[in-house]
């Protein structure tokens, strides 16, 4: 957990971290502001699975954890931040400590100090809970946050926002929470000053941020409150460092670009583990397997600042959701009929919110990601794992049914609340473009097939020449539909209303342009294939073969994913050749950008030649040139390389599904591999991986793929590409 200033020095972010000898006992009760800790491991137990431990020990600065049940998120019960109780009684061991405190034992709270056998009362000290300096007053007892996100800039005013939860009974809500900002040049770090910023020069005046509660958590262990702070921030002549400070405790900050400039941003997907991956196989010499690559793009950012990241989906897994004691009716039913019977009960909808708010709140507070997304704004879209595996893609009756709706219902309300900040209840569903709270939401007309939310979209500005459209396609997601005409159409309608744009990136969680594997979609849905058989019988082993939802083969839901399965190849072509048009007629170029697949690779789409060469018009020149830049996975494990080896394999194949006058290609971006040795798999690389996006003057979108040297070693390869500039 990070100071603001730790963040920023060299020996925090040191790629050797371990245990350490000495504790630092200043550490703060808001998370993320203690870089040691993050390399600590001992009494608060071993990583397990989805994140958690084993023992969840005593509170402690990093861990300000949701009360998790039964383990079924990954761990015990873990801890809280200090309530309101423990704060008073320890300002008051410390107000009276002279003569009081001896003579009634030495006054502790939980953790502090204690007699040492012979008598002698040592004064308690902070230990790893809280800091006197840095404590917030009134005080919050902290499940999560806070966390940043970043919502996109209108007239030179920056929008974007905060927001932290809290456990009402442990805190102080006479008042309403608050956050100041003050505003500083942003100055690079050097060997000799590793700060980033001169404390003693502001830009604006300092600024008081009230909180707005958007939303009440009810359950067992008492209420929890979800508070916004919604910033609107005038962009300078100079790159700017907002520190900020909740009800006055520890000092953050983020970074805003200067004024006119194109943003520098950072793209990740697949945060989290698949069933049954062992994250310490992943973490090398840091305390978790999630955390490696995160540590590199913090230190990239500490080196060179992201004014935002994008989660491309996947920012977290629920697929654990199914192993909830309440679940097991629905997931052991023994045949589909009784699965899709399984009554949706008060026990079943109880267990499903708390296993969202308390899975939420540990992986978005805890490690690598957690000091992220509290010091580089996010900007998240979903993909089936941040409701449950596969989630839109299965048949209508298993969509339908009542369990399986609510599940993805209550995964999307909590996907809006934990990674937009917003409340529909609160923010409204007005499908009327520019009256959303959030400048950049684009809200569909209807609610979707399965869920009653409808569609959230997001139009994000990422500088004066750089616009994304992160299109929602979980919402109205069908087995053979992605996303309506309407909600395309509007999306393009005020797409067209930007003026100026020269790069527009498209933010699709699964890939467009990637390897088809059509032949083995066929055999897999094929009602009498014989894998699925056995598999439905558990024979040799085979059981894990079929899916929990409606015993179709497991990968099959994979498949039906992507967009160039059949149920979607006539929707997924349509899109290209509206994206064509949109491109020659706005004369600005095309790039998507996707994640779900855990391999780095970049295909392309281009115009047709029917000659030799396969590229007859200059890629500057063409407006059907378009990347599809695929970043995947920062955190999961990557696919087996006779896996890797068949994406490779199948992406040399040619394609003509689409018009003749079209053509697309996997492109070999990975001569050598991380080593430098010369690589077998030229079009897919299997290791983990995030992209760095920035802008060159000369019109170009470069896409850095960092690349996970060695598994678990916190350092990245480079393997840049650039979507030229339009030039039609």
Same mark, same amino acid.
């Given at each position: 957990?990070?100071?603001?200033?730790?963040?920023?020095?060299?020996?925090?972010?040191?790629?050797?971290?371990?245990?350490?000898?000495?504790?630092?006992?200043?550490?703060?009760?808001?998370?993320?502001?203690?870089?040691?800790?993050?390399?600590?491991?001992?009494?608060?137990?071993?990583?397990?699975?989805?994140?958690?431990?084993?023992?969840?020990?005593?509170?402690?600065?990093?861990?300000? &954890?949701?009360?998790?049940?039964?383990?079924?998120?990954?761990?015990?019960?873990?801890?809280?931040?200090?309530?309101?109780?423990?704060?008073?009684?320890?300002?008051?061991?410390?107000?009276?400590?002279?003569?009081?405190?001896?003579?009634?034992?030495?006054?502790?709270?939980?953790? @502090?100090? @204690?007699?040492?056998?012979?008598?002698?009362?040592?004064?308690?000290?902070? &230990?790893?809970?809280?800091?006197?300096?840095?404590?917030?007053?009134?005080?919050?007892?902290?499940?999560?946050?806070?966390?940043?996100?970043?919502?996109?800039?209108?007239?030179?005013?920056?929008?974007?926002?905060?927001?932290?939860?809290?456990?009402?009974?442990?805190?102080?809500?006479?008042?309403?929470?608050?956050?100041?900002?003050?505003?500083?040049? %942003?100055?690079?770090?050097?060997?000799?000053?590793?700060?980033? %910023?001169?404390?003693?020069?502001?830009?604006?005046?300092?600024?008081?941020?009230?909180?707005?509660?958007?939303?009440?958590?009810?359950?067992?262990?008492?209420?929890?409150?979800?508070?916004?702070?919604?910033?609107?921030?005038?962009?300078?002549?100079?790159?700017?460092?907002?520190?900020?400070?909740?009800?006055?405790?520890?000092?953050?900050?983020?970074?805003?670009?200067?004024?006119?400039?194109?943003?520098?941003?950072?793209?990740?997907?697949?945060?989290?583990?698949?069933?049954?991956?062992?994250?310490?196989?992943?973490?090398?010499?840091?305390?978790?397997?999630?955390?490696?690559?995160?540590?590199?793009?913090?230190?990239?950012?500490?080196?060179?600042?992201?004014?935002?990241?994008?989660?491309?989906?996947? @920012?977290?897994?629920?697929?654990?959701?199914?192993?909830?004691?309440?679940?097991?009716?629905?997931?052991?039913?023994?045949?589909?009929?009784?699965?899709?019977?399984?009554?949706?009960?008060?026990?079943?909808?109880?267990?499903?919110?708390?296993?969202?708010?308390?899975?939420?709140?540990?992986?978005?507070?805890?490690?690598?990601?957690?000091?992220?997304?509290?010091?580089?704004?996010?900007?998240?879209?979903?993909?089936?794992?941040?409701?449950?595996?596969?989630?839109?893609?299965?048949?209508?009756?298993?969509?339908?049914?009542?369990?399986?709706?609510?599940?993805?219902?209550?995964?999307?309300?909590?996907?809006?609340?934990?990674?937009?900040?917003?409340?529909?209840?609160?923010?409204?569903?007005?499908?009327?473009?520019?009256?959303?709270?959030?400048?950049?939401?684009?809200? /569909?007309?209807?609610?979707?097939?399965?869920?009653?939310?409808?569609?959230?979209?997001?139009?994000?500005? $990422?500088?004066?020449?750089?616009?994304? $459209?992160?299109?929602?396609?979980?919402?109205?997601?069908?087995?053979?539909?992605?996303?309506?005409?309407?909600?395309?159409?509007?999306?393009?309608?005020?797409?067209?209303?930007?003026?100026?744009?020269?790069?527009?990136?498209?933010?699709? /969680?699964?890939?467009?342009?990637?390897?088809?594997?059509?032949?083995?979609?066929?055999?897999?849905?094929?009602?009498?294939?014989?894998?699925?058989? $056995?598999?439905?019988?558990?024979?040799?082993?085979? /059981?894990?073969?079929?899916?929990?939802?409606? @015993?179709?083969?497991?990968?099959?839901?994979?498949?039906?994913?992507?967009?160039?399965?059949?149920?979607?190849?006539?929707?997924?072509?349509?899109?290209?050749?509206?994206?064509?048009?949109?491109?020659?007629?706005?004369?600005?170029?095309?790039?998507?950008?996707?994640?779900?697949?855990?391999?780095?690779?970049?295909?392309?789409?281009?115009?047709?030649?029917?000659?030799?060469?396969?590229?007859?018009?200059?890629?500057?020149?063409?407006?059907?040139?378009?990347?599809?830049?695929?970043?995947?996975?920062?955190?999961?494990?990557?696919?087996?390389?006779?896996?890797?080896?068949?994406?490779?394999?199948?992406?040399?194949?040619?394609?003509?599904? $689409?018009?003749?006058?079209?053509?697309?290609?996997?492109?070999?971006?990975?001569?050598?591999?991380?080593? &430098?040795?010369?690589?077998?798999?030229?079009?897919?690389?299997?290791?983990?991986?995030?992209?760095?996006?920035?802008?060159?003057?000369?019109?170009?979108?470069?896409?850095?793929?960092?690349?996970?040297?060695?598994?678990?070693?916190?350092?990245?390869?480079?393997?840049?590409?650039?979507?030229?500039?339009?030039?039609?």
């Amino acid at each position: 957990m990070p100071t603001p200033l730790s963040i920023c020095t060299p020996t925090s972010l040191k790629r050797t971290p371990g245990p350490h000898g000495v504790k630092d006992t200043n550490v703060s009760n808001i998370p993320h502001v203690n870089a040691e800790k993050d390399a600590e491991v001992g009494p608060e137990g071993t990583k397990k699975e989805e994140g958690g431990k084993e023992d969840a020990g005593l509170p402690s600065g990093m861990d300000k &954890g949701a009360l998790e049940v039964n383990g079924e998120a990954g761990g015990t019960i873990t801890s809280p931040g200090p309530a309101l109780e423990d704060v008073v009684r320890y300002k008051q061991v410390q107000d009276g400590w002279s003569g009081h405190a001896q003579q009634n034992g030495g006054l502790t709270v939980p953790g @502090q100090g @204690q007699a040492d056998g012979h008598g002698k009362v040592e004064r308690p000290e902070l &230990g790893r809970h809280w800091s006197v300096k840095d404590r917030m007053d009134p005080h919050l007892q902290l499940m999560c946050g806070p966390l940043l996100a970043y919502y996109t800039v209108k007239d030179d005013i920056w929008q974007g926002a905060a927001m932290v939860v809290v456990r009402d009974d442990g805190s102080d809500l006479s008042s309403a929470p608050y956050i100041t900002l003050t505003f500083h040049p %942003h100055t690079p770090p050097t060997h000799d000053d590793p700060s980033i %910023h001169d404390p003693s020069i502001q830009l604006l005046p300092s600024e008081t941020v009230q909180s707005r509660r958007i939303h009440s958590y009810s359950s067992r262990d008492g209420n929890m409150s979800f508070f916004r702070f919604m910033f609107e921030i005038p962009l300078q002549q100079v790159q700017m460092v907002v520190r900020y400070r909740l009800n006055g405790g520890a000092e953050m900050d983020f970074v805003v670009p200067q004024r006119g400039e194109n943003m520098r941003w950072a793209a990740h997907s697949c945060n989290g583990f698949s069933s049954g991956v062992n994250p310490d196989e992943f973490k090398g010499n840091y305390p978790s397997g999630y955390d490696p690559v995160w540590e590199d793009l913090l230190l990239k950012h500490h080196e060179k600042p992201f004014h935002c990241m994008v989660g491309g989906g996947d @920012q977290i897994y629920c697929d654990a959701l199914t192993r909830e004691p309440e679940m097991q009716p629905w997931i052991t039913a023994p045949d589909r009929k009784s699965k899709l019977a399984t009554e949706l009960t008060d026990v079943i909808r109880e267990a499903v919110d708390r296993f969202y708010f308390n899975h939420y709140c540990k992986i978005f507070r805890s490690n690598a990601f957690g000091r992220a997304n509290s010091t580089i704004p996010m900007v998240n879209m979903l993909d089936d794992h941040d409701l449950i595996d596969g989630f839109g893609t299965y048949d209508d009756e298993t969509q339908a049914s009542p369990v399986m709706s609510f599940v993805g219902s209550r995964g999307y309300f909590w996907f809006l609340l934990f990674q937009l900040f917003v409340s529909d209840e609160v923010d409204g569903v007005d499908p009327t473009p520019n009256t959303h709270t959030l400048k950049s939401m684009i809200i /569909g007309d209807e609610p979707g097939p399965w869920i009653p939310f409808p569609s959230h979209s997001l139009l994000v500005y $990422l500088g004066p020449k750089v616009t994304m $459209l992160a299109l929602d396609c979980r919402a109205e997601r069908k087995l053979n539909r992605i996303c309506t005409p309407q909600t395309y159409a509007k999306a393009f309608a005020e797409v067209r209303k930007i003026q100026g744009i020269v790069q527009l990136v498209i933010l699709l /969680g699964v890939p467009i342009a990637y390897p088809r594997m059509s032949f083995l979609e066929h055999f897999l849905d094929f009602k009498y294939n014989p894998l699925n058989i $056995l598999a439905r019988h558990n024979a040799m082993g085979l /059981g894990g073969m079929v899916n929990k939802f409606n @015993q179709a083969s497991e990968l099959l839901d994979d498949l039906n994913d992507h967009w160039c399965a059949n149920t979607h190849k006539k929707e997924r072509n349509w899109l290209v050749l509206e994206c064509q048009k949109l491109a020659r007629e706005q004369k600005f170029r095309i790039t998507f950008l996707s994640g779900d697949v855990h391999l780095a690779a970049v295909g392309c789409l281009f115009t047709f030649n029917k000659g030799k060469k396969r590229h007859a018009v200059k890629p500057e020149e063409d407006h059907r040139y378009m990347l599809n830049v695929v970043t995947s996975a920062i955190v999961n494990t990557p696919p087996p390389p006779g896996a890797a080896k068949m994406v490779a394999f199948l992406g040399k194949n040619k394609h003509r599904t $689409l018009p003749q006058d079209t053509d697309e290609m996997m492109i070999p971006l990975f001569l050598q591999d991380t080593d &430098g040795s010369k690589s077998k798999l030229k079009t897919a690389l299997n290791r983990r991986n995030y992209t760095a996006v920035e802008y060159n003057s000369n019109g170009e979108l470069v896409f850095d793929i960092r690349v996970e040297k060695s598994q678990g070693a916190g350092e990245t390869v480079s393997y840049p590409i650039k979507a030229p500039a339009p030039m039609w």
